[in-house]
Structures are given as structure tokens and as C-alpha cells.
């Protein structure tokens, strides 16, 4: 313990009581006040003043302390945002990329798709002017078809005629030859020129029958058409 | 009332904290406070080295994590306790509260945990009332929360 002389003691007392500056800290605990009532009070006065103000830099500093505390808090919670910002911006900037690369594959296949359409309406009417063609070819295939059935309908008919027409010609040369034959030899011809006009009238008459026949059947199949 | 201490906190407002709330609490007449577990190695270093034990503190209250240090606060009770004496009551006082933390204090030597918080001085008073405990080695690893 330390120990105060009497006149160090009175000018302590009378300067704290003059301007209240008195002894602070821990070095009160250490003085002997050897049963001076006075400087017992005094050191105690020193002692609860020091403690007021240690409480009172108590509560500032552990305020303070806090305040720092939350201020890291605080800027722990700004650096996640930040953080947290930084990576929204690079995926938007990723997003963006993205987007770009589907916008110019977008615009190819448009591209493409254009293309592909040209080819297709120019395939489109090369295969109308195709079926176009083809119709003209069917239609002159039936035209042929038909002129070639005309033509063997017309042969046919020129060829029975021919033939009706030789018949005829041959049947009426036969009996003319056996009627001049039977005048020349001088045997009765009553018989056989009855017979010869008979037939005679009867071919001509077949012949127009023939010819009739067929120019009705032509007549009938032009309006079929 | 402790003779001294010394206190190893990277933070110069706990020192204040600490410092006011030892004075309130007449837990001890005289407080060193550093900034870095390398400064106190050092220090306790030359102590063991010279033998001078006259400014060796009485009680050691360490920071768990120690910023700007090169080991934490256990591998410096480690130290103290194993490479330079063990003649000091030592032990940790942070706001963490770790039981795998405080094990491997334990394992280091640490003879108390005491919790940072807003409330301090309760855990200071009630650490005043063991203090002989720690000071005889009778009282065993405590947790103040």
C-alpha cells in the first residue's frame, strides 16, 4: 500500500474540492489512508466518481462495439448482395448470349425456311405445269385413241362396203354371164331373165340398204360424241 | 483480485470493454491488452528464456480467432502451456461457443471458456468468485456463458 504525507493529502482534497480534479483509477485501491476519516472519504468520492465515469465508457464503448458489429453485419449482408447482384448480371449476360445464339439460329432456319419454301412452290408448279402436261398428253392420247377408233370404224366400214359392193358386183356379173350365156346358146331365157331382174333389183336394193346402214351409224356415233 | 492480466484480442474496443469491466468488477489492479498471438509468443518466449517472471501476468484471457495473427488463440495457450511454462492461469474468451472449439482448448490446456457478449461482467464476476480454483488447479474446464 502506498502511503500519502498529510500535506499531499490536504492539497488532493483541496483540489478536488476547489476544481473537482481527484485521483482516478486503479492507484485508490493502492493508497493507505491510515484511518484519516477525510481522506477515507475522499479516496471513496475519487472511487465513485472514476467507477461513474468507467460505466458511463462502458456503455459508450460496448455501444460503439455493437454499432461496429452491426456495421459488419451490414456490409457482410452488402458484399452477399453485391455478390448476389454480380451473379443476376452474368446470368442476364449468359441469358443474353443464349438469346442471341437462338435469335441467329432462329433467323437461319427462317432463312432455311424460306428457301425451302421458294423450292417447294417452284416444285409446286413445275408439278402443276407437270399435271398441266399430263392432262394435255391424256387428253391427246384419248384424241388419238379416238381417231384411231374412227379410223378403224371408218376402215371396217370401208372394207364391208368393199366387200358388199364386190359381192354384189360379182353376184350381178355371175348372173349376167349365165342370162348373156343363155341368150347366145338360144335356150329359153324366160326362167332365168325372171330370175336376173329378180336379183339385179334385189342387189340394189341390199346395195342402198348397205349404204344407208352405215352413214346412219356414222351420223348416230358424231352426235354420241 | 488478480495481481495482473493479460488479455490478447485483435479488437482495441474489447480491450476498453474488458479493461472497464475488470476495473468496475475489482477483478485486478493491472491490464495488458495486445493486438496479435505472435506479440504475446514473443513476449511469454523471452519470459521463459530470461526466467524473469516478475512481469509475467497472473491470468491470460485469449481471443479464439486472432486476426492478423499467425496462429489462432488454442495454439497459443498450446504454446504457453507447453513450450514456455505453465505457471499462468489461461484460458479462452470469444463469441464463439464451439464444443469442438472447446475441446481442442482443452486439449491445449485451457482452463476456462469465457462467452463474448453484450452482458460481460457477469461471466467476469462469476469468473472472479472461481478464480482461486484456476489459480490451485482444483477447479476443472468451465464454460462461463
Known amino acids: 500500500m502506498i502511503k500519502i504525507d498529510s500535506n499531499t493529502k490536504k492539497t488532493l482534497m483541496d483540489l478536488y474540492l476547489k476544481k473537482g480534479i481527484g485521483l482516478e483509477g486503479n492507484i485508490t485501491k493502492l493508497i493507505d489512508t491510515e484511518n484519516d476519516e477525510d481522506f477515507k472519504k475522499y479516496l471513496k468520492d475519487c472511487e465513485t466518481k472514476d467507477g461513474d465515469k468507467r460505466k458511463k465508457r462502458l456503455e459508450m464503448t460496448k455501444k460503439i462495439q455493437k454499432q461496429n458489429e452491426e456495421l459488419v453485419t451490414l456490409n457482410e449482408k452488402n458484399e452477399k448482395m453485391m455478390e448476389d447482384l454480380q451473379n443476376k448480371i452474368t446470368e442476364i449476360e449468359e441469358s443474353k448470349l443464349t438469346f442471341e445464339v437462338q435469335n441467329r439460329e432462329l433467323n437461319e432456319w427462317k432463312k432455311e425456311n424460306l428457301e425451302l419454301t421458294e423450292k417447294l412452290q417452284t416444285e409446286m408448279m413445275k408439278a402443276e405445269k407437270a399435271r398441266v402436261d399430263a392432262e394435255a398428253a391424256k387428253q391427246n392420247a384419248e384424241n388419238d385413241l379416238d381417231l384411231l377408233q374412227k379410223k378403224t370404224q371408218n376402215e371396217l366400214i370401208s372394207t364391208i362396203v368393199k366387200v358388199a359392193l364386190w359381192v354384189i358386183m360379182g353376184v350381178g356379173v355371175v348372173t349376167t354371164g349365165v342370162y348373156v350365156l343363155t341368150l347366145f346358146v338360144g335356150k329359153d331365157t324366160q326362167v332365168i331373165s325372171a330370175a336376173w331382174s329378180n336379183i339385179f333389183g334385189i342387189l340394189l336394193t341390199n346395195a342402198f340398204s348397205i349404204v344407208g346402214t352405215i352413214m346412219g351409224i356414222k351420223y348416230a356415233t358424231e352426235n354420241k360424241q | ?145
Not at chain 2, 20 to 45: G, H, P, R, T, V
Not at chain 2, 78 to 99: A, L, M
Open chain 2, 1 to 145: 483480485m488478480i495481481d495482473s492480466i493479460l488479455l490478447v484480442d485483435d479488437e482495441d474496443l474489447f480491450h476498453l470493454v474488458f479493461e472497464d469491466a475488470c476495473s468496475l468488477l475489482d477483478i485486478s489492479l493491472s491490464l495488458n491488452a495486445l493486438n496479435s498471438s505472435d506479440e504475446a509468443a514473443k513476449l511469454f518466449q523471452k519470459w521463459f528464456e530470461d526466467g524473469d517472471n516478475n512481469d509475467k501476468p497472473e491470468c491470460v484471457f485469449v481471443d479464439l480467432n486472432i486476426i492478423g495473427s499467425s496462429f489462432d488463440g488454442i495454439e497459443l495457450i498450446r504454446k504457453i502451456n507447453f513450450e514456455y511454462g505453465n505457471h499462468v492461469v489461461v484460458g479462452i474468451i470469444s463469441s464463439s461457443n464451439e464444443p469442438e472449439e472447446q475441446a481442442k482448448a482443452i486439449q491445449a490446456g485451457a482452463q476456462f471458456w469465457i462467452i463474448k457478449s453484450d452482458d460481460i461482467e457477469p461471466r467476469l464476476e462469476e469468473f472472479r468468485n472461481d478464480y482461486e480454483g484456476y489459480k490451485n488447479r482444483t477447479l476443472p474446464f468451465k464454460v462461463y456463458k
